[in-house]
């Protein structure tokens, strides 16, 4: 029964991805010029910055767990929900780690606006993601997956 799932394409993923990105700029830019009173190309330089950080270091940070994973015997697709929960925690903590120095520098913010301001930022996002999803699956839902012996 698994092997009969639809899933979405690579065309579908990519269009997924970018139009993801495409929008949250689209919301994060013109807010965060006005909020912080600095040009749109400042602020959207950086979230542009942000965005290929974040997508760069979830290659490595999830390379890193697999590894980690492998090297105690796990596969890292059967993790318990305590490991997924550590996976998505120590994840978003070096996202804030690796965010904080670019938000204190790019933005000359104290730590503690930058906290706040990276706390603001990943609060939106995560609901954000949940509209998103919810309507780009409205919008793109996946094809019913092939009956088996056709």
Same mark, same amino acid.
């Given at each position: 029964m $698994?092997?009969?799932?639809a899933?979405?394409?690579?065309k579908?993923?990519?269009?997924y991805? @970018? #139009?993801?990105?495409? +929008?949250?700029? $689209?919301i994060?830019?013109? /807010?965060g010029? $006005?909020?912080f009173?600095?040009?749109?190309? !400042? @602020?959207?330089?950086?979230?542009a910055?942000l #965005? /290929?950080?974040?997508?760069?270091?979830?290659?490595?940070?999830?390379w @890193? &767990? !697999?590894?980690?994973?492998?090297?105690a015997?796990r /596969?890292s697709s059967d993790?318990s929900?305590?490991?997924?929960?550590?996976?998505?925690t120590g +994840?978003?903590?070096?996202?804030? @780690?690796? =965010?904080?120095?670019v938000?204190?520098?790019w933005?000359?913010? =104290?730590l503690w606006?930058? *906290?706040?301001? !990276?706390?603001?930022?990943?609060?939106?996002?995560?609901?954000y993601t949940y509209? &998103?999803? *919810?309507?780009?699956?409205?919008? +793109?839902? /996946?094809?019913?997956?092939?009956?088996s012996?056709s």
């Amino acid at each position: 029964m $698994a092997g009969n799932v639809a899933m979405r394409t690579a065309k579908d993923r990519l269009r997924y991805t @970018i #139009s993801f990105e495409i +929008f949250l700029m $689209a919301i994060l830019v013109p /807010v965060g010029a $006005a909020f912080f009173d600095k040009p749109l190309s !400042d @602020i959207g330089l950086l979230g542009a910055f942000l #965005s /290929v950080k974040a997508m760069l270091l979830n290659l490595l940070y999830n390379w @890193i &767990f !697999d590894k980690a994973d492998a090297k105690a015997g796990r /596969v890292s697709s059967d993790r318990s929900t305590l490991g997924r929960l550590l996976h998505a925690t120590g +994840f978003e903590a070096t996202l804030l @780690i690796t =965010s904080l120095p670019v938000y204190i520098w790019w933005l000359g913010l =104290s730590l503690w606006q930058a *906290l706040a301001t !990276d706390l603001t930022v990943t609060s939106f996002v995560v609901l954000y993601t949940y509209g &998103f999803t *919810l309507a780009y699956d409205r919008l +793109f839902p /996946v094809a019913a997956a092939p009956a088996s012996g056709s």
